[in-house]
């Protein structure tokens, strides 16, 4: 089993930045497939990002170029550095991971972008 802990989040006004960090409670160095979704109000849930154990990444096309994932498993943590955002950046933010064939999701942390 895995708890993962969202935090980072915040008001930002739109070309800011944000890091946004996901803290597993165990050993991250097992865990093959990481990533970042988002769900804005009225909307599903969207893939960000991913990673796995190989630093292989993914990114929706959204937000290449502004955004990128790392993991450091000395830490157990996942971020998500996210520069130029954009009001339509605005969402919950929620880190998942993929472990021994079921999926884990954390509690969420709110991104609002606006001036």
């Known amino acids: 089993q895995v708890q993962l802990v969202e935090s980072g989040g915040g008001l930002v006004q739109p070309g800011g930045s944000l890091t946004l960090s996901c803290a597993a409670s165990?050993?991250?160095?097992?865990?093959?497939?990481m990533g970042w979704y988002r769900q804005a109000p009225g909307k599903r849930r969207d893939v960000v990002g991913t990673?796995?154990?190989?630093?292989?990444?993914y990114y929706a096309d959204s937000v290449k170029g502004r955004f990128t994932i790392s993991r450091d498993s000395a830490k157990n943590t996942m971020y998500l550095q996210m520069n130029s955002l954009k009001p339509e950046d605005t969402a919950v933010y929620y880190c998942?991971?993929?472990?021994?064939?079921?999926?884990?999701w954390g509690q969420g942390t709110q991104v609002t972008v606006s001036s």
């Open positions: 990673i796995n154990s190989g630093m292989i990444r």
């Open positions: 998942n991971a993929a472990f021994k064939g079921k999926g884990y």
């Open positions: 165990r050993s991250i160095y097992r865990i093959y497939a």
